[in-house]
């Protein structure tokens, strides 16, 4: 039995990128779709497109296809990933004299796998495909939820298979503790399915806006935290902004400029929530009249200090 190249089918490289699969079949779908195609042979050629789709067009069936490869008939021992045959598509039979269903490619590989094989089918049905996208919420969002709106702009097909581009508007839920990166899942909320099918979902990956004084990693925050050189030098303590309200932090004596001070606990809420970390920055006061300049110069007479020493300089 000739093996069938689902990538030669949808006309890209093995290689090719989910966006790039998808885009392939939106195409080859409006070309055959046999009630607008002229196509001598559309009703078969849309057949194996499809079928090439729902292989291709779902991680976790293209990783069991490219594993078993062209040696497909001596796969009797290979174990795809669970349930690879359970979703994104289903079978109906066809009535006397209905077209053909998939290829015996597709159902030899199922009955190998499986012990059976899909049923003869006129009509194909497919679960709409996952979609993606980024919504940028401000780090507040985080600490205590929100509802914000998104608008997207999709392409959906008509009865006939033609894609249209439409705008839509969807109210977002952002839950308390959500993280840069994170995804939020849209149930049904994603492409629209083939033939009847359900709509995949959206998943949504939650970007943070700059913020004036925060900076985010993982769980954790990062301030920067100005001192007077007195404070860093004597030691005091400060009031330090937090996104749930000020606290006061221990600045020790001798502190550096650079240095990072721990709040325990004031990052990303959490199960294990993020830290908070101040990282010192010294700010030398102006020396504006003669009072100020006259206490630097006490100062440059009184320390025997060169912070150049380390620099081989005198």
Same mark, same amino acid.
């Given at each position: 039995?000739?093996?069938?190249? +689902? ?17 392939? +079949? ?5 070309? +055959? ?14 057949? #194996?497109?499809?079928?090439?789709? /729902? ?10 296809? %490219?594993?078993? !490869? ?62 993606? /996208?980024?919504?940028?919420? *401000?780090?507040? *969002?985080?600490?205590?939820? /929100? ?13 006939? !298979?033609?894609?249209? &581009? ?22 049904? &909320? ?10 995949? %979902? ?28 007195? #404070? ?63 206490? +630097? ?18």
């Amino acid at each position: 039995m000739e093996y069938k190249d +689902y990538y030669k089918i949808m006309g890209v490289a093995r290689d090719a990128k989910p966006d790039e699969i998808k885009r392939a +079949y939106r195409k080859l779908a409006r070309k +055959y779709h046999p009630d607008v195609s002229k196509e001598a042979d559309a009703e078969e050629k849309f057949k #194996e497109v499809a079928e090439a789709y /729902a292989v291709l067009g779902d991680e976790e069936k293209r990783k069991a296809y %490219d594993e078993l !490869g062209s040696n497909w008939q001596q796969g009797q021992d290979f174990r795809p990933p669970p349930n690879w045959d359970t979703h994104g598509f289903e079978f109906h039979t066809g009535g006397p004299g209905g077209a053909a269903g998939f290829s015996d490619f597709f159902e030899e590989l199922f009955r190998g796998i499986h012990g059976a094989g899909p049923r003869q089918t006129r009509n194909v049905r497919m679960r709409g495909q996952n979609e993606q /996208a980024r919504i940028f919420i *401000d780090l507040e *969002d985080a600490f205590h939820g /929100a509802t914000r709106t998104l608008n997207l702009r999709v392409s959906e097909p008509d009865a006939h !298979g033609r894609m249209h &581009q439409r705008n839509r508007t969807l109210n977002v839920r952002i839950p308390k503790g959500v993280r840069p990166g994170q995804h939020i899942r849209l149930s049904g &909320q994603g492409g629209a399915g083939i033939g009847g099918g359900e709509a995949g %979902d959206l998943l949504l990956e939650v970007q943070f806006n700059p913020h004036k004084l925060y900076s985010v990693e993982g769980m954790d925050l990062t301030l920067k935290l100005p001192v007077t050189p007195w #404070e860093a030098a004597l030691g005091a303590k400060v009031k330090v902004p937090t996104p749930e309200g000020p606290v006061e932090l221990k600045v020790p004596a001798g502190a550096k400029g650079g240095q990072r001070l721990r709040l325990k606990g004031r990052g990303l809420p959490g199960r294990s929530p993020g830290d908070l970390y101040a990282r010192l920055e010294i700010v030398t006061p102006p020396a504006h009249g003669e009072k100020e300049r006259a206490f +630097y110069e006490k100062m440059a007479e009184t320390f025997d200090f060169n912070p150049r020493a380390g620099l081989g300089v005198e």
